[in-house]
C-alpha cells in the first residue's frame, strides 16, 4: 500500500478511497459533500490505475483548503455512457491568475496517463473548479449512483 494514501485504491475501489480522504479533510474544518458512483458486483476496482484520479482529488481538495479557504466543497464522481467525471469545486476565494505549479502539472498528467482531459478555473461567481473526464473505455461497467450525504 502507498503510505500518501491510507486506502489501497487498487484493492477497496475509488469510492471508498475518496470517501476516506473527503472524511480527513473535513477534519480541517472544511463541509464537504461527495456524490458518487458505486460498484454492483464489478470487483474493488472501478477503473485501470483509479489512484490517478484519487492524488488529483487530494491535490484538488489540498489547493482549495490551501489557497481558497472554503466554507464548502463539492466532490461529484458521475459514470457517464462515455466516460467518467470527477468534479471538486468549492466556495472559496478562487483566483483570477492561476499560477501553474507542481500540483496543477501532476493533475493534468495524472489525467492525461488515463486518456482523459483536466479542466480548472474560477467562475464568475467566485471558488474554484477542477474537472476530470475520463472516457469509459478505461473503466468498467455496472456502476449505479449513490449519494451521502456530508
Not at 472554503?70 to 499560477?99: F, H, M
Amino acid at each position: 500500500m502507498d503510505p500518501l494514501c491510507p486506502v489501497d485504491v487498487a484493492e477497496h475501489g475509488l469510492s471508498l478511497a475518496l470517501e476516506h480522504l473527503i472524511a480527513r479533510t473535513r477534519r480541517q474544518g472544511v463541509h464537504i459533500t461527495f456524490d458518487h458512483l458505486v460498484s454492483s458486483g464489478e470487483g474493488p476496482d472501478e477503473m485501470r490505475h483509479p489512484e490517478h484520479l484519487y492524488y488529483i482529488c487530494e491535490e484538488a481538495l489540498h489547493n482549495a483548503v490551501e489557497h481558497g479557504r472554503p466554507e464548502t466543497i463539492q466532490v461529484v464522481l458521475k459514470q457517464n455512457p462515455d466516460d467518467l467525471r470527477l468534479y471538486i469545486s468549492d466556495d472559496g476565494a478562487g483566483c483570477k491568475e492561476i499560477v501553474r505549479g507542481n500540483g496543477l502539472t501532476n493533475m493534468r498528467s495524472r489525467a492525461s496517463a488515463l486518456g482523459g482531459t483536466l479542466e480548472y478555473g474560477s467562475p464568475d461567481d467566485g471558488g474554484f473548479v477542477v474537472k476530470v473526464i475520463v472516457p469509459r473505455h478505461q473503466t468498467t461497467a455496472g456502476l449505479e449512483e449513490r449519494s451521502t450525504p456530508s
